[in-house]
T-cell receptor, first 111, second 113 residues
Framework: SQQGEEDPQALSIQEGENATMNCSYK?????LQWYRQNSGRGLVHLIL?????REKHSGRLRVTLDTSKKSSSLLITASRAADTASYFC???????????FGQGTRLTINP | DGGITQSPKYLFRKEGQNVTLSCEQN?????MYWYRQDPGQGLRLIYY???????QKGDIAEGYSVSREKKESFPLTVTSAQKNPTAFYLC????????????FGEGSRLTVL
């Protein structure tokens, strides 16, 4: 079963613009993670935000978490062509030691 | 370099044949996972193992089998009972911290002809 749902499914912007992706989930969580996947490759961990945190930054990435709305957003500022990838949120809402992934947002940065 | 190695990268098989995908890690991680990814979709958990000689079914275990005889290795067998095996398979590991960061291999793409 999939816990997180990303929105939009696809996003295309110009280089230099900011990109915002959203993730909604259904059950309470301990933490929420964002991953990136280049086409045909494995996933790479970007950032983890705990349920008692509201915002976290890492370089050009900013993640927010609203547990009352069961949602999170990932903002990539000053986008670059190399940011073109699929982005997934993952939550631990099922308990047990496993993450549940959403279907991802396909981000295309146009030069 | 430490990491997770999946092999083969690409695999073609005829219908009805069993296939084993390899996953090896040198990160000294306790937990290992197998996910399946279909085109344009998210990841679905097939099996996971938190310790050697123990593993649990994930959400879509039917038609798959695994073993965990060594800490470093977690091979996945796609059996002939799996009705639609063509997919991208991803192996991952983590050090055993509850729902912590996963480290992924580069994936194996299986095509059944």
């Amino acid at each position: 079963s999939q816990q997180g749902e990303e929105d939009p499914q696809a996003l295309s912007i110009q280089e230099g613009e900011n990109a915002t992706m959203n993730c909604s989930y259904k059950t309470s969580i301990n933490n929420l993670q964002w991953y990136r996947q280049n086409s045909g490759r494995g996933l790479v961990h970007l950032i983890l935000i705990r349920s008692n945190e509201r915002e976290k930054h890492s370089g050009r990435l900013r993640v927010t978490l609203d547990t009352s709305k069961k949602s999170s957003s990932l903002l990539i500022t000053a986008s670059r062509a190399a940011d073109t990838a699929s982005y997934f949120c993952a939550t631990d809402g099922q308990g047990a030691q496993k993450l549940v992934f959403g279907q991802g947002t396909r981000l295309t940065i146009n030069p | 370099d430490g990491g997770i190695t999946q092999s083969p990268k690409y695999l073609f098989r005829k219908e009805g044949q069993n296939v084993t995908l390899s996953c090896e890690q040198n990160l000294n991680h306790d937990a290992m996972y197998w996910y399946r990814q279909d085109p344009g979709q998210g990841l679905r958990l097939i099996y996971y193992s938190q310790i050697v000689n123990d593993f649990q079914k994930g959400d879509i275990a039917e038609g798959y089998s695994v073993s965990r005889e060594k800490k470093e290795s977690f091979p996945l067998t796609v059996t002939s009972a799996q009705k639609n095996p063509t997919a991208f398979y991803l192996c991952a590991s983590d050090p055993g911290v509850l729902a912590g960061e996963l480290f992924f291999g580069e994936g194996s793409r299986l095509t059944v002809l």
